[in-house]
């Protein structure tokens, strides 16, 4: 078993390496009628590609998406999608060094003790490149919530720098998508900017915390024990590369929370629905969602490819110095976020039609 599938109604498989010819996914489970077309997975693309600011990779893909399957007149026929992204900017020469030596931080010495070989190019399997695919299936469930959920929205944001955090009072969701740091807060963006440069002019990296709010999500989602919501949202972000820890609602902090602090008190709303006053439990509780927002974060760590030189050794076990050439992200936080929104939109999805296959979307009444 490779593991290169995720979900289980809409299941994901993702295929192809950093420096291969193409690379992409196959999108299964999809229901069909739902309008789609390049053209709307593309703005999805454009966000984490590389090369779109100084402050990533200069690597230069157009990260163009053709549908090969699935698709007939501008609908899902229910089969399933095959999206394809080809590679145009491969520069393997700069990984040549490292054919026999491990970078530290990166995956090459574990890959090389699993497989006994490894694709150094780029790092084959375990480049971030490999999210590219993910969102693109991202798009694909994107468009199915647009038809199924009208309400429902996903947006991520990066919540800290290295030192740097967010003001959560200049918290202005409107500013995400005008500047290079997925940053909602217009007034900070300066500061984030010179910031890393420095961080990048000192041929250094650093890590970052990203937040994905899921608004609309219908309560019942999710099931108990092994179907939760929060475990199948925990897991996805926990499989993008580099990131090393993951919160739902108040996550770690919850640890200093006393029970009377933590506890999510309900009245009913004027609406006839429950109305909650706070909201510690991140929008799920018993792995099920209640309607309320579903907030989820992660930690990323620095990027492990650096120009300054690190210790480590060969596949002759030999101890050596590295300088890890290449175009890397000075922080890899950055291009994560439009991956977070794609991995988050595909397992609600996922939990929405495996509600609609076990409860038909009959839900527990509450009041007359």
């Keep these: 078993m490779s593991l290169n599938s995720f979900g289980h109604v809409f299941r994901v498989t993702t295929w192809g390496e950093s420096h291969g010819p193409a690379l992409g996914a196959v999108v299964d489970g999809c229901p069909p009628g739902v309008a789609l077309d390049e053209g709307w997975i593309q703005p999805f693309m454009d966000r984490r590609r590389p090369g779109s600011s100084k402050h990533t990779t200069q690597r230069q893909e157009a990260d163009r998406v053709r549908i090969l399957s699935g698709v007939f007149e501008g609908q899902t026929t229910g089969t399933p999608i095959m999206l394809i992204i080809e590679n145009t900017d491969q520069r393997s020469r700069d990984y040549g060094d490292i054919a026999r ?40 469930a994107q468009a199915v919530l647009r038809d199924l959920v009208p309400g429902l929205t996903v947006l991520g944001y990066m919540v800290q720098m290295g030192a740097l955090h967010l003001n959560r009072d200049a918290f202005d969701a409107d500013a995400i998508r005008d500047n290079p740091f997925f940053l909602p807060d217009p007034s900070a963006v300066a500061e984030w900017e010179a910031y890393l440069s420095a961080i990048r002019k000192a041929q250094n990296s650093v890590g970052a915390a990203v937040e994905v709010l899921i608004r609309g999500c219908p309560p019942g989602l999710g099931a108990p024990v092994y179907g939760k919501l929060d475990t199948d949202l925990a897991a996805a972000m926990m499989s993008i590369n580099a990131v090393k820890g993951v919160e739902i609602g108040e996550g770690m902090a919850a640890a200093a929370l006393t029970g009377v602090e933590n506890a999510d008190e309900i009245r009913m709303g004027p609406d006839g629905q429950p109305e909650y006053l706070s909201n510690h439990a991140g929008g799920i509780l018993g792995g099920i969602s209640t309607g309320q927002d579903i907030t989820v974060r992660f930690a990323v760590k620095p990027t492990s490819s650096i120009l300054t030189p690190r210790r480590t050794i060969d596949a002759a076990g030999q101890e050596i110095e590295l300088i890890t050439k290449g175009r890397h992200d000075p922080c890899v936080g950055i291009r994560a976020v439009p991956v977070a929104e794609a991995m988050a939109a595909c397992v609600v999805l996922d939990h929405l039609l495996l509600d609609r296959a076990q409860t038909g979307g009959v839900r527990g009444r509450i009041g007359g």
Excluded: C, M, N
Excluded at 103 to 129: F, M, N, V
């Design 101 to 140: 030596a491990f970078r530290p931080g990166h995956a090459d010495i574990a890959y090389h003790q699993k497989y006994g070989l490894r694709d150094y190019r780029g790092g084959g399997r375990s480049s971030a490149r490999e999210t590219a695919a993910r969102v693109a299936a991202g798009a694909v």
